[in-house]
């Protein structure tokens, strides 16, 4: 049974738009959206060997939130995650060496073996942290956006999590905070419609979660989280408002976890949900339908795609050798940084 | 560097303003109010807020003026989320903002463990020092009046655990002066916890910049017999059980800890080698906070020089009744104090 289906209106609506998007840009969104998924399905392989001791959150299927959220962004711009890192930290130009030798618990990870894949970190990137704890990055990203006003600085702050951190009490605080001081803040729900193998009709009374947000005064939006193009338009008017002051929005992204909640693989056949779900949204895969919308249009070709796919496997490959030859920390390093000086 | 530059130029003995009755005499919310002033002419990253700070009581007078002298973009009320505010102060000192965030009492912490004890604490550590979150919270505990299992709980010793925090508790208004200064300053998350009671005392507060360090005790009475060692009300009690006693010939050193994380180790120790005997204080739950860790540290590193056993005082294993008919069983007084040392003194 096929309890949430895509809902979406597909690339088909953004047709008569596309001249104003350069080549250039489409291509690096389709490459960005490639990149994040190869980088997880290679850590899904090596996940088996037992040597990336860190619980992973695979984000494959809904890879179109992250590069279509983090392409309205600029650097100084600041991003937080929930659990579900990988996605937002790469397309937030986060530095995949250092990712690969977090997640290998290295001492040149991106905070030396002490967050794991729940807690990565790239300031010079503008990704400025995440929580494993659901919705608990949501007041510190509301934080941050409190500190951009008081220093009159000009960056937003976007801040990614699932469905189920709008069961959190701190999430609807946050909510009333920035909407009562017209925060510059961009509160990303990547909606995959499960919190681990619990169904959102087991968590939530049947309202829009974006009608939710919208009833605490913030500008709220239910987009598909599979159309990269509307995810980004979206995101766009949204930095848009922050940056002039026009205060927060709210983006209820919906697109499908194709794997498990935690580890590799796919755990449909545990019982929690119907495979059959899994392979109706993979015919919405975020990446092969925005191909075939560039392939149509001539701004990509199958040459063109393999050429990215081969210069992703190289910097991929490279990244996990970077990791695995990396030196582990020393005893001394466990004592640094639990206080400032 | 604003506060570098105001730590070096004022690098004096701060321990040395003791005495209560020389110098200019104010009241605790004054001392307080007077540190908010300097902490936010001195950096204008520090800002004020909490459920009431810009109301006319104005948190029991600490923040009274702070509106109108800064403005309502540095001093303002807050919606009573405390979990989510929590959090919002920490996202703005991450960013470098130095937010004090003021509660009336420290029960409605306990609404805000997940981003003190899951966030704010850690954050420093799992950014691999890459980031700090320098904020202060402040709360008053309660007491008597009706506050009850719900308006006058001492949080402190559930918080003592956790890495990454330091604890702060003044008992005058020297040191509430100094100690918030210390506290803003510090590029860690602190929290200060005032006591309603110790809050009606007045004392010589010096004019201008100066700090109390954070982890330092102070002797508040010198003495042979016994230590006596603990914080807030419970020692102001056993300071006027002391005086009571030297009329029998008992002297005790008597240490203010101040600080209760980090922890001095070095006051306790150098008593206890003098005196053998210790009596341990505090102004919450006996059980599993700082009277059983200084018990332990006692137990693990001055067993040589015990001479009787360690004794503590804090609350019982009880929450706390609201009717005054039951809370006069509950809290120790000064009575109860005295008689213990001394028992301790003749042990």
Sequence with gaps: ????????????????????????????????????????????????????????????????????????????????????????????????????SELYCRANGCVASRGGSMHLLDKEAGYAGSSGIVAGSLPIATGAALAARMLKQDWATMVFFG?????????????????????????????????????????????????????????????????????????RSAVERARSGKGPTFIESLAYRWRGHGGAGDDSDTGYRDPAEVEHWKQYCPIEGFYNFLAKRGQIDEPGRNALVKQIQNEVLKAFEHAISSPVPEESDLFKHVYSD | MPWAQALIAKKTDSLSHQDPNTGRVLSYAQAINEALVLAMELDPKVFVLGQGVDDPKGMFGATLGLAEKFGGERVFDTPLSEDGMTGICAGAAMMGLRPVYFHNRPDFLLLAFNQLVNHASKVHFMDNGKTNVPMVVWAAIGRGWGSGAQHSQAVHGLLLGVPGLKIVLPSSPYDAKGLMLSAIADNNPVLIFEHRWCMRRKSAVPEGFYTVPLGKGVYRRRGTDLTIVGVSHTLELALEAVDELARDGISADAIDLRTIKPLDEEIIFESLKKTGKILILDSTWAMGGLCAEIGCRVAEKGFRDLKAPVRRIGLPDIPTPAGFTLEQYYYPDKKRIASAIGEIAAA
């Design chain 1, 1 to 100: 049974m096929i309890r949430y289906a895509y809902s979406g209106k597909g690339f088909e609506p953004f047709e008569p738009a596309i001249g104003k998007y350069d080549r250039e840009f489409l291509v690096s969104l389709l490459w960005s959206m490639m990149r994040i998924r190869m980088v997880q399905e290679e850590m899904e392989r090596r996940y088996r060997e037992d040597e990336m001791k860190t619980p992973i959150h695979l984000v494959i299927g809904q890879e179109a939130t992250s590069v279509g959220c983090c392409a309205a962004l600029e650097r100084k711009d600041q991003v937080f995650s929930g659990h579900r890192t990988n996605g937002n930290y790469l397309a937030k130009g986060g530095d995949l060496k250092a990712m690969m």
């Design chain 1, 163 to 235: 469905d189920a951190a709008t069961e959190e009490g701190t999430l609807w605080e946050s909510l009333n905070y920035a909407a009562l001081r017209e925060l510059p803040v961009i509160y990303v729900c990547e909606n995959n419609f499960f919190s681990v193998c619990s169904p959102l009709e087991a968590r939530q009374p049947k309202v829009e979660i974006y009608e939710k947000a919208a009833s605490f005064g913030l500008h709220s939006v239910q987009v598909d989280g599979t159309n990269v193009l509307e995810v980004y338009e979206t995101a």
